[in-house]
């Protein structure tokens, strides 16, 4: 499990690809491994790794099919940044909420407002997933835990405070960009039930 407060970013250092599997080997800030175990899962952009082969600073990940076509991680390059963020242990603060790394689509960067130190992305979401977003609930963008803004139709605002900026990727977002998206899973759940629900009644 995460929370979506991001640790850190790592940048791309390698990038091998072999019968449907890319291969990512990604370069951490100095510390960011301790005590890593072959297995343990990071996430990456908000997309959970697991672990494959590790050093000091560097560690490999293998992404499958599925991965590839559900996130950006397929479009990432030797020298691009990525946020990261280990696994949350117990007894951990959780400052953003609860994610399981499992990335459901990928959202467009819209438009892009600067309002002093306020940056405001108004995102497009896939038609399958709107019904998810609900206004000043949770998202997950690239791993970020955001609180959702205004509600329009297919798109949905968030608002960055100068830290998200500074400690993550999303300050160089622009419109065009696509992003990794994870749903509140307690939002999806409740839908879920109230359409079992109706549907049952019809």
């Known amino acids: 499990m995460f929370t979506g407060i991001v640790q850190g970013r790592a940048t791309v250092a ?3 690809d072999r019968e449907g599997v890319r291969s ?6 100095e510390g960011a491994l301790a005590r890593l175990t072959r297995g343990a899962s990071i ?13 000091d600073s560097t560690a490999r990940f293998d992404c499958i099919d599925e991965t590839l076509a559900l996130t950006t991680l397929g479009d990432r390059r030797v020298g691009d940044e990525v946020n990261f963020e280990r696994a949350a242990a117990f007894g951990d603060e959780i400052g953003g909420h609860l994610l399981s790394g ?7 960067v819209v438009s892009r407002t600067e309002r002093e130190a306020n940056l405001e992305l108004v995102l497009r979401l896939p038609e ?10 949770y998202v997950a ?7 959702i803004g205004r509600v329009e139709g297919d798109t949905f605002s968030v608002h960055l405070i100068p830290e998200t900026r500074s400690a993550t990727t999303i300050d160089g977002k622009h419109p065009g960009d696509q992003m990794n998206l994870e749903v509140d899973a307690m939002t999806q759940a409740v839908v879920a039930t109230v359409e079992r629900v109706l549907a049952a009644r019809r």
């Not at 996430?43 to 050093?55: E, H």
């Not at 499992?102 to 467009?108: A, D, K, R, W």
């Not at 399958?128 to 609930?137: E, I, N, Q, R």
């Not at 963008?141 to 609180?147: E, P, V």
């Open 141 to 147: 963008l690239d791993g970020i835990s955001l609180t």
């Open 128 to 137: 399958a997933h709107v019904k998810h977003v609900l206004p000043k609930g």
């Open 102 to 108: 499992h990335v459901v689509s990928t959202v467009e």
């Open 24 to 29: 990512l080997g990604l370069r951490f800030p």
């Open 14 to 16: 390698t990038v091998e």
């Open 43 to 55: 996430s990456v952009d908000g997309v959970c790794l697991t672990a494959v082969a590790f050093d």
